[in-house]
């Protein structure tokens, strides 16, 4: 599986922002989807995921905020932002796992595949 993450700029505190990820490959259905993100300097931390089945979970930071969706016929996932925060701001990157590991969806270690990240900046 490959994916492309896109979707992100510069935009204001309180704007709303679309990140999209396109996989290529079979069975992209099949596949738990998750978004991360990474500021300079810290640790890659989770942001959203959402099983094959559509089971949404989110870090308490973005709940309320973001959403988290899947269109198979389109193999893309995508994270709809709202009332982003200047603490938004990262490198966000799309991850797909198979099911295959024993870890939280939380845990970067779970997915197996990532695309190459998306800048978003939110400034005050």
């Known amino acids: 599986v490959q994916l492309q993450a896109s979707g992100g700029g510069l935009v204001q505190a309180g704007d709303s922002l679309r990140l999209s990820c396109a996989a290529s490959g079979r069975s992209f259905s099949m596949y738990g989807m998750g978004w991360f993100r990474q500021d300079p300097g810290k640790e890659r931390e989770f942001v959203a995921h959402i099983s094959s089945g559509g089971t949404t979970m989110y870090a308490d930071s973005v709940k309320g905020r973001f959403t988290i969706s899947r269109d198979n016929a389109k193999n893309t996932v995508y994270l709809q932002m709202n009332s982003l925060k200047p603490e938004d701001t990262a490198v966000y990157y799309c991850?797909?796992?198979?099911?295959?590991?024993?870890?939280?969806?939380?845990?970067?270690?779970?997915?197996?595949?990532w695309g190459q990240g998306t800048l978003v900046t939110v400034s005050s």
């Open positions: 991850a797909a796992g198979d099911y295959g590991r024993f870890y939280s969806y939380r845990d970067s270690r779970w997915y197996n595949y």
